[in-house]
């Protein structure tokens, strides 16, 4: 029987060199935009295009596709066409000094407003001394105390004058006048006062109510007097303070007319100027003070002092924000503490603003894994996203592990557009169980891990390695570089009509390539140095896999390459050691015999098997079932192995292997050696693709060429993976000289026909195989097993019927 085998051409994907018009990448111009990601491309754009609330992007994809760097340059190419957004920042707020004021101006005033307020605080501190220190202040003071001095003067000389022509002497008492009586110009003493006859107590009495009622209405008069003159000296002081400042408040309020905001600020911060003018005429900047926080203390101006949290002024467009420590106080802004003599204090000046406010009126840029794995980081972000505002809260409060008094700072506005980037396990994660998540990114940009295998994007690739020359000093890689390159991007996709855009690996080749052409002295990457990066890098990763081939050379790994046994089977595994993926052989075998358990998996009742695998054996088990009992029961016990297995496994991929061992088993005939084998089985027979079929070739390839190669060894393996297949220079040239075969099924009778030269079997009209086919034997020997099974069951209810026969008798 001939079978169909995979010509050379049909091994992997060749690139065509003649294909490029360049003759190095030299002449290449540069990479612009992304290659082979049209879908994700158009998602961004839209992304980026529309600018309604919630429409914020999630870049999913596998790391290494370059949605960082594409995200980067595209955006920053947005941005850049955008206007720049305003300024922000925080001033003291004089009527409730914990919860300061923010202030936006139009972009690059931000820092000129804070320069102005320094300089007003600096103009405050010569201006308002000198003005109080001038002859003409002290004069007018001098005047309004001197006048002050007269009415009290006066007053007390009418009072005076009138207590003597009632008869009585003032004197003063804490309480405010005593009047003392007076005959012939003597006081009297409290002795002499009571000796006098009553009349006259009485008229003294009643004229000194008369003298009290007068002090009390000079005592009215000189407050009155004294509160005007307090009136009139601080009028004079604002006056003389206004005609320090005024004009320089003025200014600024000329100069910032047309924002409100910041009028409003100004005349409160006139007022307050005017309300301490003391502390002012008072400073001394000389002073020595031992600690920064007791400087800013007696500085009367540094609550003028401007807190400019964000400063576009250096902004060319929209800003972009690349944030790769996404911490909450990171995100949101945070309110700065301070130690002052072991006490924890603040102000306005110590608020700093987050990346949502730094990219406010631009483009945040995040990695999703590392919000979600910082402290409170992914609620303040979704917190902000919802209510559009940016409010600075201490994160021990918000889960109630600190309570103390601190600012609370205005909320800002917010408008800013959120790229988060991550894997799509972490996209589905969100998008199952946040409900947030749905409605904040609402634009998902999906970057695929492959690309068709076009012209177009094999031209792309050769700008995208003129890129990397001009940008890391590369050398110019020529047509054969670039070609070998484009092979191995086809190998990464895993695909002959695929290309690879895990661009990360690409870009280490490209190095190294490069690193090695250098190494010999070239001038140019040749597709020899690109192999040679390639099987260097292979060459310091495949330890494990060398020792592997040790012990398969010393014959502790027990693999029959050559002749043929009954319910033996040679399966293909790949294994993963992080940075390095190779197929390895392994014996598969099954022993069948008489009972009823069915299949026993060993891996499996030794809990080493993973679901996949398990599913794999019970989809076997109904293959042999829809097959052989339909008409007869399916009355067995088999086992199977993967013999020298010591760890888990899991996938259906060994499950065609294992019912070729199974038929094997049961029909009594060989299976090849020299053949390995890999497939899943559905219950229709029908032998279906799996993953890593280039390296599972590739490992038994490695084994036979071990062992030596005999020219009928080989490989088995779905049809549907041919298109799969990318196998080395070696494997290919030995096909083409016809050192190793590989044959391409689609179901399990095909694959049968080859392990054993045996034809499967087509049930008559009757239903029956021919006794010489591999299912007729199968059948043979499942009645076989039914038959002596079913004289067992006869024996044993034969006995225990004897048994009852004998009871009923001695009963009787």
Not at 340 to 350: A, R, S
Request: proline share 4%; glycine share 8%.
């Amino acid at each position: 029987m001939a079978y169909r085998r995979l010509r050379p051409e049909e091994l992997r994907y060749s690139c065509d060199p003649a294909q490029f018009e360049f003759e190095t990448t030299e002449s290449v111009p540069p990479l612009e935009g992304i290659i082979g990601q049209e879908r994700a491309v158009r998602a961004m754009e839209f992304g980026l295009a529309i600018k309604r609330h919630s429409y914020n992007i999630f870049m999913t994809g596998m790391t290494g596709t370059g949605k960082i760097s594409y995200a980067q340059t595209l955006i920053n190419e947005v941005a850049a066409t955008e206007k720049a957004p305003e300024d922000w920042c925080y001033v003291y707020n004089f009527e409730n000094p914990s919860h300061p004021v923010a202030l936006s101006l139009p972009c690059s005033l931000g820092a000129r407003f804070s320069k102005d307020m320094a300089e007003l605080d600096e103009s405050l501190k010569m201006e308002i001394p000198k003005a109080f220190d001038a002859d003409d202040y002290e004069r007018q003071k001098a005047e309004i105390f001197k006048e002050f001095q007269e009415i009290r003067a006066d007053s007390f000389d009418e009072l005076t004058k009138m207590a003597t022509e009632e008869g009585f002497v003032l004197k003063r008492a804490s309480t405010g006048f005593v009047s003392v009586p007076l005959i012939d110009g003597k006081e009297l003493s409290n002795e002499e006062f009571e000796m006098l006859p009553a009349e006259e107590k009485e008229a003294f009495e009643r004229k000194s109510s008369n003298v009290q009622f007068k002090a009390i209405q000079v005592m009215r008069k000189i407050q009155h007097a004294e509160k005007e003159m307090k009136t009139r000296t601080k009028e004079l002081e604002n006056s003389i303070g206004l005609f320090a400042v005024g004009y320089l408040i003025d200014e600024l309020k000329e100069r910032y007319s047309s924002l409100e905001s910041v009028v409003r600020y100004l005349e409160a911060v006139q007022k307050d100027i005017l309300d301490n003018l003391d502390e002012f005429r008072s400073s001394d900047e000389d002073e020595a003070t031992p600690f920064p926080w007791m400087r800013r203390k007696n500085d009367p101006g540094y609550k003028y002092r401007v807190n400019l949290v964000v400063d576009n002024k250096d902004a060319a467009g929209a800003p972009v924000i690349v944030e790769t420590n996404p911490t909450y106080y990171n995100l949101v802004g945070r309110v700065e503490y301070e130690n002052k003599m072991g006490m924890v204090t603040t102000d306005y000046t110590m608020i700093k603003a987050g990346s949502l406010l730094k990219a406010n009126g631009g483009y945040l840029v995040l990695q999703v894994r590392d919000v979600i794995a910082s402290p409170g980081a992914w609620e303040g972000l979704k917190r902000v996203l919802k209510t559009r505002e940016a409010c600075m809260e201490n994160l021990g409060e918000q889960f109630g592990l600190l309570a103390m008094s601190s600012l609370r700072p205005q909320a800002i506005p917010v408008n800013v557009k959120v790229i988060l980037v991550g894997n799509p396990y972490l996209y589905q994660l969100l998008y199952h169980y946040d409900e947030d998540f749905r409605k904040l990114f609402k634009v998902k940009a999906d970057f695929d891990t492959e690309m068709e295998a076009s012209r177009e994007h094999m031209t792309q690739m050769a700008s995208f390695i003129a890129t990397h020359s001009q940008r890391e000093g590369v050398l110019p890689f020529d047509r054969s570089g670039v070609a070998q390159l484009v092979e191995y991007s086809s190998r990464l996709a895993d695909h002959q009509k695929k290309l690879s855009t895990r661009f990360s690996e690409i870009v280490e080749i490209i190095f190294e390539a490069d690193a090695w052409a250098q190494m010999m002295g070239a001038k140019v990457v040749h597709g020899a140095h690109v192999k040679k990066a390639i099987v260097e890098k292979t060459y310091r990763s495949d330890s494990y896999e060398q020792k592997l081939q040790e012990l398969l050379a010393e014959g502790t790994i027990l693999l029959d390459l050559v002749g043929e046994k009954i319910g033996q089977v040679n399966g293909l595994s790949v294994l993963n050691s992080g940075d390095y993926i190779f197929g390895r052989p392994s014996r598969i075998t099954a022993v069948t015999y008489l009972g009823r358990q069915g299949i026993i998996n060993i891996e499996r009742e030794a809990k080493m098997s993973g679901r996949i695998h398990d599913k794999g054996l019970l989809t076997l088990s109904g293959y042999l079932a829809a097959k052989f009992a339909q008409k007869i029961p399916l009355s067995l016990s088999a086992s199977l192995t993967f013999e020298q297995l010591y760890s888990g496994i899991d996938g259906d991929s060994a499950s065609s292997t294992e019912l070729y061992a199974l038929l094997s088993s049961l029909a009594d005939l060989p299976v090849r050696q020299d053949i390995a084998v890999t497939g899943s089985v559905n219950q229709l027979g029908e032998v279906q693709p799996i993953g890593g079929a280039t390296y599972k070739i590739e490992g038994f390839f490695k084994a036979c060429k071990l062992k030596g190669l005999s020219g009928s060894q080989g490989v088995m393996l779905p049809a549907q993976n041919v298109i799969n297949l990318n196998l080395d220079d070696e494997v290919v040239e030995a096909v083409r000289e016809g050192k190793f075969l590989i044959y391409p099924v689609a179901t399990i009778e095909e694959g049968i026909e080859i392990l054993t030269g045996v034809p499967a079997g087509v049930p008559d009209e009757n239903g029956r195989y021919s006794p010489d086919s591999v299912y007729g034997r199968v059948v043979k020997k499942l009645e076989e097993y039914n038959s002596l099974l079913g004289r067992e069951k006869e024996e044993i209810d034969g006995g225990r019927n004897m048994g009852e026969s004998g009871c009923s008798g001695a009963c009787h």
